[in-house]
């Protein structure tokens, strides 16, 4: 019976190993994923820069139209003003034309500033756009080597599912039965765990009398009547 149970603990052993191997492969799509959205997430930012500064040029160019055409009113009202004969009418047109020259002073002064505007914003996109490169290049070094790690665990999970099958195959099929049962049921490692005192080394409860007996002979095992954990006499 002492090598039954040296036997299901290594079964145990392999079983926990091969599961922490499983969760790290399981991890590998979620950390890719994690990368992806980085990687989306940095050139959203990015094209949203692209589109602030287009919006800029877009207002630069309609406030320049719009300059332009309040200027060619101005030409054009200036080479009206020898024509008109009445004082009032002169008057008038040339109060306009002091208005228009005046609205284009501060049409120039606002395009200035978008002006200053464009040259921040386009410097600050030029920052942005190698960071973005950058992070990149950065992502694309993740990636490989997080797909790397999952090619390399997929093997290491053959190799111990490998010994795992074999360190089964040294357990009696009776103990291997139920150990199986009780692995598959769900419960949490560890499922062969010695006694503590009169305490279940798995869920810590204390055990029968009935149990804690059948314990004393050599090599023997029971079930917990609690977790239905296999104990063993230390």
């Given at each position: 019976?002492?090598?039954?149970?040296?036997?299901?603990?290594?079964?145990?052993?392999?079983?926990?190993?091969?599961?922490?191997?499983?969760?790290?492969?399981?991890?590998?799509?979620?950390?890719?994923?994690?990368?992806?959205?980085?990687?989306?997430?940095?050139?959203?930012?990015?094209?949203?820069?692209?589109?602030?500064f287009a919006q800029l040029e877009k207002k630069r160019a309609q406030m320049r139209a719009e300059r332009r055409a309040v200027e060619e009113k101005i030409s054009k009202y200036k080479s009206q003003l020898p024509e008109v004969k009445k004082n009032d009418d002169y008057s008038?047109?040339?109060?306009?034309?002091?208005?228009?020259?005046?609205?284009?002073?501060a049409m120039e002064e606002e395009e200035l500033k978008v002006l200053f505007d464009i040259d921040s914003k386009r410097e600050s996109l030029k920052s942005m756009e190698e960071a973005a490169e950058n992070l990149?290049?950065?992502?694309?070094?993740?990636?490989?080597?997080?797909?790397?790690?999952?090619r390399e665990l997929e093997l290491r999970v053959a190799d111990a599912l490998a010994e795992r099958d074999s360190a089964a195959s040294e357990v009696p099929p009776d103990m291997l039965a139920a150990y199986e049962k009780l692995r598959d049921s769900g419960k949490k490692q560890p499922l062969v765990v010695p006694l503590k005192g009169d305490l279940c080394g798995g869920c810590f409860l204390k055990v029968s009398g009935e149990v804690e007996s059948k314990l004393k002979e050599p090599g023997a095992t029971a079930i917990c009547e609690q977790c239905g954990r296999i104990i063993y006499l230390d």
């Open positions: 019976m002492k090598g039954t149970i040296s036997s299901l603990l290594k079964l145990q052993e392999k079983d926990i190993a091969l599961a922490s191997l499983r969760g790290k492969l399981s991890a590998i799509p979620a950390g890719i994923a994690a990368l992806k959205r980085e990687a989306d997430e940095a050139e959203g930012r990015l094209n949203a820069e692209r589109e602030a008038a047109l040339s109060a306009e034309i002091d208005r228009m020259l005046s609205a284009v002073s990149k290049e950065s992502i694309k070094g993740k990636m490989e080597s997080v797909a790397q790690s999952g």
